[in-house]
Nanobody, 120 residues
Framework: VQLQASGGGSVQPGDSLRLSCGVS????????MSWFRQAPGKEREFVAS????????RYADSVKGRFIISRDKSKNTVYLQMNSLQPEDTAVYYC??????????????WGRGTQVTVSS
């Protein structure tokens, strides 16, 4: 499974960004997709997840109500719509493929991170 994340950038507080993660490979249809993030000096943390074939999405409490994870199976792409961004959302964001889990250790496949910076 190969993952390619994109869409990061520098924005001001209150702005929105949409991250994309292209998925390819023969086994991705059997797994869930998640977004994690890692801020400088901090551990990688769970942001959101979605089962590839549909089902309940899950969010970290810190992003609930602001971020939306979705997937377009026809494009083999997972999205993370991030609204009302705050400075504490600043981090490198990673997409990952694996079991439906909040733990980064559970994931085998990772995309290269994309930087999101929120500052005024």
């Amino acid at each position: 499974v190969q993952l390619q994340a994109s869409g990061g950038g520098s924005v001001q507080p209150g702005d929105s960004l949409r991250l994309s993660c292209g998925v390819s490979g023969p086994t991705f249809r059997s797994i869930a997709m998640s977004w994690f993030r890692q801020a400088p000096g901090k551990e990688r943390e769970f942001v959101a997840s979605i089962p590839w074939f549909g089902g309940t999405t899950r969010y970290a409490d810190s992003v609930k109500g602001r971020f939306i994870i979705s997937r377009d199976k026809s494009k083999n792409t997972v999205y993370l719509q991030m609204n009302s961004l705050q400075p504490e959302d600043t981090a490198v964001y990673y997409c990952a493929a694996g079991p439906l889990s909040d733990s980064p250790e559970s994931y085998t496949y990772w995309g290269r991170g994309t930087q999101v910076t929120v500052s005024s």
